[in-house]
């Protein structure tokens, strides 16, 4: 079974610094994309970033980059220059492909980013 | 603005009631997925259409039903509610039906059963 997991429940950060959430997975696929949601207070699921996992290189999204490690099947996000905007609940998330030809996305626990001013 | 759209926002109902949320994806898009979000559970995938027929079924409840339309929306059907059935509930799209396809999320329907 593909399992997702955070295990950072909470993090801080100062305004302006960086920061790295962490995520791992497991799949017995070998190609598939990986997902970072981000859910501020307003509870809206907002796309941070997505990675295809046959691409070398890492994804990038203005201040929002991953470190993709296949082969530890590791899906960490750095967040560089952090604003107070970025404040919200950060879900890691894995699209599972079923055998019904539909997909279901499996979601980590989350970690909850505080950044302070 | 992600483009996918749910209604109502907000639904407060008594234990025993039946509601129906509503989701219409985003233009051109074929597949609808609805999630469960609530504080013990974390975010739990409920159903996914593509193009009106079921796709996907996740652990979701004999008292919960839904249909994608054929102008593409969809309703998510909650019967006999149930306290426990409190929740946030996600409607999201994508172009495609596969794992590949990117998901892109509504605003939510909260649901208060009292």
């Known amino acids: 079974a593909q399992t997702v997991t955070q295990s950072q429940p909470e993090m801080s950060v100062q305004e302006a610094e960086t920061v790295t959430l962490s995520c791992t997975y497991d799949?017995?696929?070998?190609?598939?994309?990986l997902f970072w949601y981000k859910q501020p207070p307003s509870r809206q699921m907002i796309l941070v970033i997505r990675?295809?996992?046959?691409?070398?290189q890492n994804a990038t999204e203005n201040r929002f980059s991953v470190n993709f490690q296949k082969a530890a099947k590791s899906f960490s996000l750095k967040i560089s220059d952090s604003q107070l905007g970025d404040a919200a609940m950060y879900f890691c998330?894995?699209?599972?492909?079923?055998?019904?030809?539909?997909?279901?996305?499996?979601f980590g626990e989350g970690t909850q980013l505080t950044v302070n001013p | 603005d992600s483009g996918v759209t749910q209604t109502p926002k907000h639904l407060i109902t008594a234990t025993g009631q039946r509601v129906t949320l509503r989701c219409s994806p985003r233009?051109?898009?074929?597949?609808v997925y609805w999630y469960q979000q609530s504080l013990d559970q974390g975010l739990q995938f409920l159903i996914h259409?593509?193009?009106?027929?079921?796709?996907a079924k996740g652990n979701i409840l004999e008292r919960f039903s839904a249909q994608q339309f054929p102008d593409l929306h969809s309703e998510l059907n909650l019967s006999s509610l149930e306290l426990g059935d409190s929740a946030l509930y996600f409607c999201?799209?994508?172009?495609?039906?596969?794992?590949?396809?990117?998901?892109?999320f509504g605003p939510g329907t909260r649901l208060t059963v009292l």
């Open positions: 233009s051109g898009d074929l597949s």
């Open positions: 259409y593509y193009n009106g027929e079921e796709r």
């Open positions: 799949t017995s696929e070998s190609d598939y994309y």
């Open positions: 990675q295809e996992a046959y691409k070398q």
């Open positions: 998330a894995y699209p599972a492909p079923l055998e019904t030809s539909g997909s279901r996305l499996t």
């Open positions: 999201a799209s994508s172009v495609g039906r596969t794992s590949k396809d990117t998901q892109y």
